[in-house]
Structure formats: structure tokens, C-alpha cells
Antibody
Framework: EVQLVESGGGLVQPGGSLRVSCAASGFTFSSYWMSWVRQAPGKGLEWVANIKEDGSEKNYVDTVKGRFTISRDNAKNSLYLQMNSLRAEDTAVYYC?????????????WGQGTLVTVSS | DIQMTQSPSTLSASVGDRVTITCRASQSISSWLAWYQHKPGKAPNLLIS???SLESGVPSRFSGSGSGTEFTLTISSLQPDDFATYYCQHYGTFGQGTKVEIK
């Protein structure tokens, strides 16, 4: 069974940093692109970033470029999102998701999410 | 950048109703479109990919159609478990969502 479990969320001050993680199991992690998607309170889903199977290619939504870094450790079956220079508008539940191997960012498995709150 | 626009934003319906949600792309996206169901506190669930391919395990009352710039998600007979928010998605862009509420 595919499982994705996020961790590392919490309260951080504006301008601060936080790293959220996603532990994957039940599939060959190193064979899939992976994505981060977020949902701010009362808002819709927003795709944040994705990373190629071997980590050689990464893409970001414009609003986080230069502040967030996606990475992965295939030996540990883990996905990460390093978030720097955090703003109030980054407050959201952050989901990791597996991409269907078709290159169309179809997200066929999701974790339950981890809440990141940016507030003083 | 391609924009995805859903309508309506909210839809009130009763159990047994036929429900249709529309998603429009700002330019042609062929059939590169997915639909998700999202319930509060739960992980989103992929319902349909490639505009009309039903995912394994998804009830057959769900169907998708369209290509180019206009797409629809139809629920043929709304069930109690279907009250949720639905999103269309093209690559890194989601629609704003359609909340299906109990009438």
C-alpha cells in the first residue's frame, strides 16, 4: 500500500525557516516524480513544487521561487521542502503527493498533510 | 501561464441529482486535465485523468469529458459521500474549486 506521511510542520515567525518532510513507503520511491501542494486556510489547492526521480530537475510556482527548495533522498525514501523567508501567506497545510509516470503532474497518491503557520 | 477557471464556485444539490461542474482553460490544453475530490481534513483524491479516464476504484457515477479549453465533471446521481470540493488541474495549475453542498 502506498503511504505518504508528512511531518515537520509548526509555528514559525515571519522571515523564519522550516523544513517539512515526507516519508514514502509501499512503492519504488526513486521511480517517481514527487510534488508538494498546499492549501491555505479557506482557500483552494495550490501546487508548490516538484522534483524529478533522481533530483536533477525541479520546478516551482513563482510565489516561492528563491525562497523554497525541494529535495529528496532516495536512499531514505524521503521528500523535503526547505522553506526560508517565510511569509504570513505561506500559512497552509502542505501535502506531498506522488506523480503518475506520465509527465502530466497527475497526483495519484497524497499524504494527510502537515500544517505550517507563519505568525508572530 | 495557463489559467484554469471553474464554475460554479458553489453548487447546492440533493441526493440523486445530476451535477455538472465546468472547467475552462485560458488556452488549449488538449486532454491534459485531472479532476480531484477533496474533503475537509482528508487527502485529495484523484478521480479522473486525461480529461475522461476514470481512476481505479472511483465509482462509475463520476465521468469527465471535454478537450481543448472546456471540460466537465459530471456526477450522474449524487450520493451522500459526494459532498466535497472538486478541483480541476492542468500541470501546476489548479482551478479555484467547486464546493458541492447539500441543498
Amino acid at each position: 500500500e502506498v503511504q505518504l506521511v508528512e511531518s515537520g510542520g509548526g509555528l514559525v515567525q515571519p522571515g523564519g525557516s522550516l523544513r517539512v518532510s515526507c516519508a514514502a513507503s509501499g512503492f519504488t520511491f526513486s521511480s517517481y516524480w514527487m510534488s508538494w501542494v498546499r492549501q491555505a486556510p479557506g482557500k483552494g489547492l495550490e501546487w508548490v513544487a516538484n522534483i524529478k526521480e533522481d533530483g536533477s530537475e525541479k520546478n516551482y510556482v513563482d510565489t516561492v521561487k528563491g525562497r523554497f527548495t525541494i529535495s529528496r533522498d532516495n536512499a531514505k525514501n524521503s521528500l523535503y521542502l526547505q522553506m526560508n523567508s517565510l511569509r504570513a501567506e505561506d500559512t497552509a497545510v502542505y501535502y506531498c503527493a506522488r506523480e503518475r509516470p506520465k509527465g502530466a503532474v497527475y497526483l495519484d497518491h497524497w499524504g494527510q498533510g502537515t500544517l505550517v503557520t507563519v505568525s508572530s | 501561464d495557463i489559467q484554469m477557471t471553474q464554475s460554479p464556485s458553489t453548487l447546492s444539490a440533493s441526493v440523486g441529482d445530476r451535477v455538472t461542474i465546468t472547467c475552462r482553460a485560458s488556452q488549449s490544453i488538449s486532454s491534459w486535465l485531472a479532476w480531484y475530490q477533496h474533503k475537509p481534513g482528508k487527502a485529495p483524491n484523484l478521480l479522473i485523468s486525461d480529461a475522461s479516464s476514470l481512476e481505479s476504484g472511483v465509482p462509475s457515477r463520476f465521468s469527465g469529458s471535454g478537450s481543448g479549453t472546456e471540460f466537465t465533471l459530471t456526477i450522474s446521481s449524487l450520493q451522500p459521500d459526494d459532498f466535497a470540493t472538486y478541483y480541476c488541474q492542468h500541470y501546476g495549475t489548479f482551478g479555484q474549486g467547486t464546493k458541492v453542498e447539500i441543498k
